[in-house]
């Protein structure tokens, strides 16, 4: 069974200011993970992926985030955050190859960019 | 761009009533799924669809929910006796197979009074 926890339901950011937005993952079989975005009154758009090759994946709009296996997680971030980023974010594992693409989300975490 | 679309974009129904909520995925796409968020919750996995059955589906799935690929394009789900605990934003989503990333619809939201 696969679970995500993303640490903080809300993020507030200064416009220029670095990115993070937290995610840790339970799985018991090697994960793929995803980031999606959702702005409001919109669907959830892909930001990035991993599926087991490079560990530092990037993304769409500058975003890029790190598989770290040894501590579960696979953050999110972004060096210099931009008005255009406020949305909320959300955390998703699947059972990789071994699954039908079952996504399990994280609850969601929404990015405040203040100028 | 190739995108999901959903219709309707919100639909209000009485308890009991049946509603069918409609989808058209990505046309070369071969894998769907629905998902449903109740408000202020998370994003929950309800089924997955490949050639023509339902591949995985969620204890949420039960025998009131069901689903069908009546065409080449449409993709629906049915709740036969919508419930008070039914209301949530239905997301579709598709994919070209199933380790590739999925493609989300705009959602329906699905109001019962």
């Known amino acids: 069974a696969q679970s995500v926890t993303q640490l903080g339901s809300h993020v507030s950011v200064s416009e220029g200011a670095l990115v993070l937005l937290r995610c840790n993952y339970s799985s018991s079989v090697p994960p793929y993970l995803f980031w999606y975005v959702q702005y409001p009154n919109q669907g959830l758009q892909l930001l990035l992926k991993y599926t087991s090759a490079a560990t530092l994946v990037k993304g769409i709009n500058g975003f890029e985030a790190e598989f770290k296996k040894s501590e579960t997680s696979f953050h999110l971030t972004k060096p210099s955050a931009h008005m255009s980023d406020a949305a909320e974010y959300f955390c998703a594992v699947s059972a990789g190859g071994t699954s039908y693409g079952k996504l399990t989300f994280g609850q969601g975490t929404i990015l405040t960019v203040h100028p | 761009e190739p995108e999901v679309t959903q219709t309707p974009s919100h639909q209000v129904t009485q308890m009991g009533q049946e509603v069918i909520l409609r989808c058209v995925p990505i046309s070369n796409h071969l894998y769907f799924y629905w998902y449903r968020q109740i408000l202020g919750q998370k994003v929950e996995f309800l089924v997955s669809?490949?050639?023509?059955?339902?591949?995985?589906k969620s204890e949420i799935f039960d025998d009131q929910f069901s689903v069908e690929r009546p065409d080449g394009s449409n993709f629906t789900l049915k709740i036969r006796s919508t419930k008070l605990e039914d209301s949530a934003m239905y997301f579709c989503?598709?994919?070209?197979?199933?380790?590739?990333?999925?493609?989300f619809g705009p959602g329906t939201r699905l109001t019962v009074l």
């Open positions: 989503a598709s994919s070209e197979r199933r380790e590739y990333e999925q493609f």
């Open positions: 669809f490949y050639n023509n059955e339902i591949s995985e």
